[in-house]
């Protein structure tokens, strides 16, 4: 398993079915964002991906994410700006955690 890419529950159900029963993979994922190993984004599909923050290189702790096309690789992108993000603290609103397709910079890409 190439653990620097993106799995959704679905994904982690069907690798770890052998094993790993659903909830049980369920329970893992919430505890691991509790302790801040894991995180959670949305794709474009709408599905919940989750993803190791230390494979992240940099922006950990960021609203948005790259999954590269080419590599799988994920990417925590620039942070919205703070102004933006007071507003959106003024409706009491949470920004939705996004995961972007798009190409890594790598030179190493291995797409
Ligand atoms: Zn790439």
Redesign the pocket.
């Known amino acids: 398993m190439n653990q620097k890419r993106a799995f959704t529950l679905k994904n982690l159900t069907e690798i770890l079915s052998e094993t790993t029963d659903r909830v049980t993979i369920y329970r893992a994922l919430k505890l691991f964002l509790k302790e801040g190993i894991v995180a959670k984004a949305m794709n474009a599909k709408g599905h919940t991906c989750f993803f190791y923050l230390d494979h992240l290189p940099d922006n950990k702790q960021t609203e948005a994410y790259l999954e590269?096309?080419?590599?799988?690789?994920i990417f925590g992108l620039p942070s919205l700006p703070d102004q933006y993000l007071n507003q959106l603290n003024a409706y009491q609103v949470k920004p939705l955690a996004t995961l972007l397709k798009g190409?890594?910079?790598?030179a190493d890409?291995?797409?």
Do not use: I, V
């Open positions: 590269c096309e080419n590599c799988d690789q190409q890594c910079q790598r890409c291995a797409g």
